[in-house]
């Protein structure tokens, strides 16, 4: 395996130009902020960006937290990279991560200033320290079970254009962290009832609904996701496993989309028949 690293302070853009670094010097594996990416995809890790304060996050970016460098070392046991890009701050960081991680001497170090201006770089720290905002480069799909409730919005910068409907190369998330410039984003159960609300009373073969219950997934203190439980009244006549499969994929649908969370299950209850004269 060959190692090579991305160097620069923090907030001037290296993670947004990772894949740039990556395809360029055919690196098929990043290191970034504590996850391993491999194919468009998180396969090993937890991220410093989803750590409760600075500090925290720096030992889970260099790997020091336990069991964390373990995880991410097995993984690349049982699917070596050719070649392996690691970011960091400095090159003392970058060395660091790869003695924790038992990785190959580093044999080539990409400066940030070496491939961003001086205006991109400002750009970049005025988005990180006053708005809280930081880049996985990874699809927004891949963010959801690491980023419950704290995805703000994707974007995607495209190498080509292409009619394709394979993942793109470059397409990246943007998140915010709970030690963000804004604080932390609580989402109420209330607000993910109305959605529930909203959307199934949008069928008119519902007349009513009677229940609703969010249960939240909880792992050492995180919210992995969410759970949905409600119960319905439809109007008779009408065919019951059509219209709960349609309400159970637009409830998932709304409520991911509008909340950024997971939402591992709807269950929908049809309690009663409604009749007509």
């Known amino acids: 395996m060959d190692v090579i690293a991305l160097v620069g302070p923090s907030g001037t853009g290296k993670s947004h130009r990772a894949l740039i670094v990556a395809q360029k010097n055919h690196a098929d594996a990043i290191i970034d902020d504590g996850i391993l990416i491999q194919g468009g995809k998180i396969t090993a890790g937890h991220s410093a ?31 070596p990279p050719r070649r392996l890009l690691v970011l960091g701050t400095s090159e003392n960081m970058v060395h660091r991560i790869g003695k924790a991680l038992d990785l190959p001497s580093i044999s080539k170090i990409i400066r940030i200033e070496d491939i961003a201006t001086k205006a991109e770089m400002q750009k970049a720290r005025f988005y990180r320290l006053k708005q809280g905002k930081h880049i996985i480069p990874v699809p927004t799909i891949e963010l959801k079970p690491h980023f419950s409730g704290y995805l703000i919005d994707p974007i995607q910068s495209f190498f080509k254009k292409s009619s394709s409907k394979r993942r793109r190369l470059g397409e990246k998330s943007i998140v915010r962290p709970v030690f963000s410039y804004y604080g932390k984003l609580i989402i109420d159960d209330s607000a993910i009832k109305a959605i529930v609300h909203h959307e199934i009373a949008r069928d008119p073969r519902v007349h009513d609904i009677t229940h609703i219950h969010v249960e939240h997934l909880m792992k050492d203190g995180e919210d992995q996701g969410i759970k949905i439980r409600c119960e319905i009244v439809i109007n008779y006549g009408s065919d019951i496993r059509a219209l709960v499969e349609h309400a159970q994929s637009g409830v998932r649908s709304s409520v991911e989309f509008m909340t950024g969370m997971v939402v591992h299950e709807v269950n929908i209850t049809v309690g009663s028949l409604r009749m007509t004269s």
Not at 51 to 69: D, Q, S, T, Y
Request: overall charge positive; cysteine-free; aromatic content about 4%.
């Open 49 to 79: 960006k989803k750590e409760k304060n600075r500090l925290m996050a720096v030992k889970r970016a260099i790997f020091v937290l336990p069991g964390h460098a373990e995880e991410v070392r097995e993984a690349l046991q049982e699917n």
